[in-house]
């Protein structure tokens, strides 16, 4: 039974039958209002957990503020859970995600936000409940990690007591330790991607009407120090691709360091997208890996354009003995050769899975102390152009980058050191007393 207040319309007590008649302390006080609708049937608004009669109708009137303000959000009572996949969903139908793109956002969905903040209420949300959030994930992370050393620690030395036994009884096979995986640290980048995902999905409840503001940017996000590119230096490199010289993907590999290609272009691009009078490339396509499946994709840019790139002279010349070798294979193979018209593909002509070129750089890499990331020889390629004095307009438009800001993030160490250089060579050429010019 509903007991009112003598005080407040609207506000109530839900009791029971031996509850005392004149003031019951064991049920907290709620809140109805109805909201009159110039358009459709009228709305109930209710909310009870109040510890007083007073807190509850103060909710009350703001409710009904909202609602004359027109900013009473639409649904009180869904979760943000379940706004959050459907906002995925709709971005998926409406093609504004990549496969990868999506498949990251749903990966943070149901590991990170699902378990946090996913039963709580889209319009109770706050700052700092995304703050809290986001500290719970990254304490959880550090608590998963050292359980997961403990154990190894604890297999390690179970193994070393079972090997001191074989050892003594003259047992010449020794029993290696089991070990757990140790999953990654959530750092403050990955919480920025979270937060990312946390953001676009109240950006778009307010759209909705769900919410009457986005209270993400209230969150406190920790600090992220951008780690300086260090790309191999021209000799590293030089030496690096003399030595693997005799690899199947050497050609590949060269292309990577004096292109700048990403992974998906190199393994996407065709011979049809080669001038070999020129070294002209257009960067027209590309072949994503999203959980092992290689999909293909359109690389044109926001302006519907499809990226150029040159070449020197040198790198095609190694393109076209590489073209000749595979002109030969498909003679051997005959009919059981597939010719889909790739660059860099298997003896039979099959293209290359993204994912196996990455592991096939990274054991060569390792092996010649280059650093062990495909897109290391991006980054030399970036490093090479800002080296002769390219500009950052120019580099970022040949890097196929968004936007210059992405360059500068990127770059901008090396374009001050060889800002600093440049400044120097022009100081130089100014004759001076006693002073010969460079």
Known sequence: MNRPSPRHKGVFQRCG???????CRTHRWAYAVELPAANGPRRQVSKGGYETATAAAAAR????????????????????????LEWLAGKVERGELEDTTARGYR???????APTIGYRKLAELRGIDLTRAYARIVRERAEQIEAAETK?????????????KRTTAGKVRMVAAKRCAVPRPISP?????????????????????????NVAPDAELPKVERKKVRPPTPEAYGAFLDAIEADRLYPLFVVAGYSGLRRGELVGLRWADIDMATGRVVVAQQRVSVGYRVTERTTKTDAGQDRVVF?????????????????????AWGSAYTDGGYVFTHEDGQPLHPDAVTKRYARLARAHGLPTRLHALRHFRAAALISTGADIAAVSKMMGH???????????SLFDKASAEMAENAAGIVPRRGRRPA
């Not at 909202?66 to 859970?81: I, S, V, W």
């Open 402 to 412: 968004a936007s210059i800001a992405i360059t500068s993030d990127l770059y901008g």
């Open 311 to 331: 070449l020197d002279a040198g790198t095609v010349a190694i393109l076209k003995t590489w073209r000749a070798a595979q002109a030969r294979e498909r003679l």
């Open 152 to 164: 190894n620690a604890q297999y390690a030395a179970e193994a070393e007591r079972v090997n001191a």
């Open 61 to 84: 009137a703001e409710v009904v503020r909202q609602h004359h303000d027109g900013t009473l959000p639409a649904d009180t009572k869904r979760t943000f859970g379940a706004w959050v």
């Open 107 to 113: 990966d943070v969905i149901e590991n990170h936000l």
């Open 189 to 213: 980048a990955t919480v920025q991607r979270i937060h990312a995902v946390v953001s676009g999905a109240f950006k778009s409840a307010v759209k909705a009407g769900l919410v009457t503001r």
């Open 17 to 23: 039958p031996k509850c005392p008649p004149d003031r």
